[in-house]
């Protein structure tokens, strides 16, 4: 099974502060037909996860513009530019290339 | 409007097996893929399995000796059976489809 690396673990960050989320896959997401199923998902407490970011780079709809994804092949990066209050919870990166799916661990995101 | 609605007993005993319903609406089962996910208290997302637009199906692979996902169209709904429960059974199940995700139902496995 494809194992995905999230770092870190945690993260603190102040208002309007950019940070970013790595996932790492122990093989690369790229299928034959060109396509990377990695998706992002943010779970704020007590709610079911949101899609945040599909096939690496494409914003789900209504999700504000500053997420963004990026990367290919086994290095993939989620970026906040300029996080908002409500941006707490944990980030989770999923693979769809491979079956059995897999999710990172979660990096969960506070506000300082 | 996608909506997904799980469903099924919240407390189920070691041993037994677990069925749950997932509702959809707004989109049709022969044209999109259902997932499960399930979430031990206070844990991560496992993804559990998920059954294609084509009614074929795929399986966590700790999990596939006692799993089966099935599906009844007509009615819109998308079925889980888990046998040999024990007490990491115990979790949140989330079903999910056309990128929207279910509110999710509580199942505690206990005596």
């Known amino acids: 099974d494809v194992v995905l690396t999230q770092t870190p673990s945690t993260l603190s960050a102040t208002i309007g502060q950019s940070v970013s989320i790595s996932c790492r896959s122990s093989?690369?997401?790229?299928?034959?037909?060109?396509?990377?199923?990695l998706y992002w998902y943010l779970q704020r407490p007590g709610q079911s996860p949101q899609l945040l970011i599909y096939?690496?780079?494409n914003l789900g709809s209504g999700v504000p513009n500053r997420f963004s994804g990026s990367g290919s092949g086994t290095d993939f990066t989620l970026k906040i530019s300029g996080v908002e209050a409500e941006d707490l919870g944990v980030y989770y990166c999923m693979q769809a290339t491979h079956a059995p799916f897999t999710f990172g661990s979660g990096t969960k995101l506070e506000i300082k | 409007q996608v909506q997904l609605k799980e469903s099924g007993p919240g407390l189920v005993q070691p041993s037994q097996t677990l069925s749950l319903t997932c509702t959809v609406s707004g989109f049709s089962l022969t044209s999109n893929s259902v997932h499960w996910v399930r979430q031990p208290p206070g844990k991560g997302l496992e993804w559990v399995g998920a059954i294609w637009s084509g009614g074929s199906t795929d399986y966590n692979s700790a999990l596939k000796s006692r799993l089966s996902i099935s599906r009844d169209t007509s009615k819109s709904q998308v079925f889980l059976k888990m046998n040999s429960l024990q007490t990491e059974d115990t979790a949140i199940y989330f079903c999910?489809?056309?990128?929207?995700w279910g509110q999710g139902v509580m199942v505690t496995v206990s005596s």
């Open positions: 096939l690496v780079s």
């Open positions: 999910l489809g056309a990128a929207y």
């Open positions: 093989q690369s997401l790229l299928d034959s037909a060109g396509n990377t199923y």
